[in-house]
């Protein structure tokens, strides 16, 4: 068993999810935690989104300090830390607790769309993350519509473009991740 796969059983073991291990050249081992998320039963509302707490990311670095001294793993540095506003989804749960979200999505090939109004070499989009009408696959909507600055007047004669949908499965892509958005006067009513 490798290094990773006992960071691994042993975050999950402290009840966390493992979200990400990092290891740079300057001897820096970064380990990323979050709450396990339960989806809601059918037809419930989702309960209060759980945080990583400081005191989590402390109990979690003292089990791993002991850990891989045992285990001999050569480190400077260990930081864990939660996923931040940018968290990275990699599994079907994630996409599945995101939905709805604006999500920033990297293709590993460019789609190749020609006759669209989307590029054929494009990979990056950001958009709100949907289940498609099928059921199985995933979908990105989006509105290629600058966003409006503070203080701008919008004309209420002006027509937006149209939203943009890409369909898309979990192994064409290339790296997902929530888009960072700061709202700096607080959550509102739906966040």
């Not at 999810?17 to 979050?34: C, F, N, Q």
């Not at 004669?157 to 939203?163: A, E, N, T």
Request: aromatic letters at 6%.
């Amino acid at each position: 068993m490798g290094w990773q796969d006992t960071i691994a059983q042993t975050v999950t073991g402290l009840g966390f999810d493992l979200v990400e291990v990092e290891r740079s050249a300057g001897g820096l081992l970064r380990v990323t935690i979050d709450v396990p998320w339960q989806a809601p039963a059918e037809g419930a509302e989702p309960g209060p989104e759980q945080f990583v707490t400081v005191e989590d990311c402390e109990k979690v670095t003292r089990q791993l300090h002991y850990l891989l001294e045992v285990e001999g793993l050569d480190y400077r540095r260990l930081e864990v830390g939660s996923p931040g506003i940018d968290r990275p989804l990699r599994h079907e749960a994630d996409y599945i607790r995101f939905t709805g979200h604006l999500v920033d999505l990297s293709l590993k090939a460019p789609i190749g769309a020609t006759g669209g109004a989307v590029a054929a070499n494009r990979k990056k989009f950001r958009g709100t993350l949907e289940r498609a009408a099928d059921g199985v696959t995933w979908q990105i909507v989006w509105s290629d519509e600058p966003p409006v600055k503070p203080g701008q007047r919008v004309s209420k004669k002006r027509v937006p473009p149209p939203l943009q949908a890409l369909g898309f499965t979990l192994d064409e892509v290339q790296q997902a991740r929530l888009a960072p958005i700061v709202n700096f006067k607080g959550r509102g009513n739906g966040a």
